[in-house]
């Protein structure tokens, strides 16, 4: 853990919060080996700092601050605990390691986090639920992030991840990773996990901001570690394809203010066309060729959507009937309805608004809190000439958007839709 600049306390703090939450669990797990005493130590502690920092100042390192205030705050209540069994609980085991005890010889891999994924992605576990609990435990997105990403409400996501939790402790899942033998049975769900933490990075959820480069980057890194323990494992390939070339883009995606730049405006010079080289080689290699997997072949599909945007020289060049066809393909694999809207925007780019409206009959049932299915529909209703309509649209749209830089961007087209001549 690094310390980190000077900055104002309370967004320090929610940065620290945001950026290195799953490694203070894991660090405190590690230890300690009790899930419920980690959570409610780091929650006291961020507590703590919350109202020390603007009295005090910040500390020189607030990650070692939040860590060595939750560490006590765990001791403190082992201590209670055995006072009150009038025993001593065998849970801190000193080590040449400083204390941390490790529940598997650690052959495999060195990295505290990459066991708490493991644990959070353990068999006995919904995968639903896994990786519900490995967003909100290990990256820190919040409950009513995870909630819109499932497309479920905030309670029911939040019943979801407590009984998950009670799940681990319960069975005595352990803080370890698994043998090269039981890995592959965790790559699905490990899968899963890192695609869901990497949208919740590019979609934009609650708060102010636009994107959160840092938590798609995040995503990337544990799939590249489970990646070197499994070299060529399809799954992970091309959701590695898929995930560097939408990170390729995260220079661009807004401009100096914060605000929102929209894929067609993005300056292409910005994107990290290493990425993409890499992410077009993973795309073409022998791992992908033969039979797949429903999930790998969903990931390849999305990645050469992808590939077809970081392929065109600029926006007018994309081929919009490819990128339909490959949207096609997707929903024979997994029909979704994220997937229809994206595959409507596809439509509209190829043949037309009015041909783009007809792709989203029935979406409204299936996407009753969603504000990107009225801000598409507003879009196109605006190309069509449908002024009414889509002011209408426009402003259910930012009633339903709860995140500020994309509110902006919406009530922006509304006001420019406004001011239009006529």
Known sequence: ???????????????????????????LLARFRRLDLVEDALGDAVEAAARRWPQDGVPDNPVGWLHTTARRRILDRLRGEAMAQRKVPLLVVASEEGGVVRADPGDLVEDDLLRLVLMCSHPALDPAAASALTLRLVLGVGTPDVARLFLVPEPTMAARITRAKKKIVAAGIPFSVPSAAELPERLDVLAQTAYLAFTAGYAPGSGPDAVRTELAGEAIRLVRV????????????????????????????????????????????????DEVREALALLDSAVLTGPVTVQTAGYAVQARIAAEHATAPDARSTRWDRVVAHYDTLLALAPTPSAQLARAVAVAESDGPRAGLAQLDGLDDQLPHSHRLPAVRAELLSRAGDDEGAH???????????ND????????RLEALDAAPG
């Open 1 to 27: 853990m690094t310390s980190l600049p000077p900055h104002d306390p309370a967004d320090l703090l929610a940065r620290v919060v945001r950026e290195e939450w799953g490694r203070l669990v894991s660090l």
């Open 226 to 273: 489970v990646l070197g323990l499994r070299p060529g494992e399809p799954v992970l390939t091309a959701l590695l394809a898929l995930m560097l070339l939408q990170h390729s883009r995260r220079d661009a995606r807004v401009d100096a203010t914060g605000a929102i730049v929209l894929l067609p405006d993005q300056d292409r010079s910005r994107w990290h066309r």
């Open 392 to 402: 209408a649209a426009y402003a259910l749209a930012i009633s339903r958007c709860a």
């Open 405 to 412: 830089a994309e509110r902006a961007l919406l009530t922006a």
